[in-house]
């Protein structure tokens, strides 16, 4: 590869500036996004869904923990997944890799828990391997529907919001929000830490320089206790 121009520190100040300037427009544009999300409509949430924790059966209304509202992540932790029985989904487990402590979010009354179709007993061991801490359910479908199928996270990873708000029967459940695809990469600080650098993610789809090192996306991925391994792929879906 060849490097950019080389310049003085004066004059790397300047481009720095120039380019900081295009960094203060996104920052507005993202925040305009927040405000537009927190304006979003509400619908409700009237199944009864069915979850398997630590601690046994729960409800929807059981994972926000007493909490006001409640961030759900659908990971590919499944029977059927690539690299079962040691390990899940590479993508969800980077991912998973990034949640670390959520005083911070239960500061703010919100609570973060992850679900998947694996029993108990095999999250707990796959968390106990990888190291992860956070809350995680099962999925439990039944006659009257299933959460994955649902809310739209039955065929690929995705993030759903919902919030507790009363009403005159008590309290009700609302969906306020839904992400996927690469919507979710806000989630993973390797993505945006490597954003940040001269060689970026270095990946074919992205718009460098010719002759910067590139590969395809997902393939570089690994689990974290895999990375020595070869031959390991990250899956697209379960």
Sequence with gaps: MKPPEIVSAREWETAWADMLVKEKEL???RDALAAMRRRMPWTPVDEHYRFEGPDGPATLNDLFAGRRQLIVYRAFVDPDVHGWP???????????????????????????????????????RIKARMGWQIPWYTMIPDEHGAFD???????????????????????RIYRTYFVNNRGDEAF??????????ALGRQEIWEDSPEGYPQSPPYQWWRWHDAYDAEGDRACRSH
């Design 27 to 29: 920052t507005r544009a």
């Design 86 to 124: 040691d390990h899940g989904c590479v993508g969800c487990s980077l991912m998973a890799d990034h949640i670390g402590n959520l005083a911070h979010l239960h500061a703010r009354d919100t609570t973060l828990v992850y679900v998947s179709r694996a029993p108990q007993s095999d999250l707990a």
């Design 149 to 171: 199928i649902d809310f739209g996270v039955d065929e690929w990873h995705g993030t759903n919001a919902f919030i507790r708000w009363p009403d005159r029967n008590g309290e």
């Design 188 to 197: 993973v600080n390797t993505w945006n830490f490597l954003d940040i650098t």
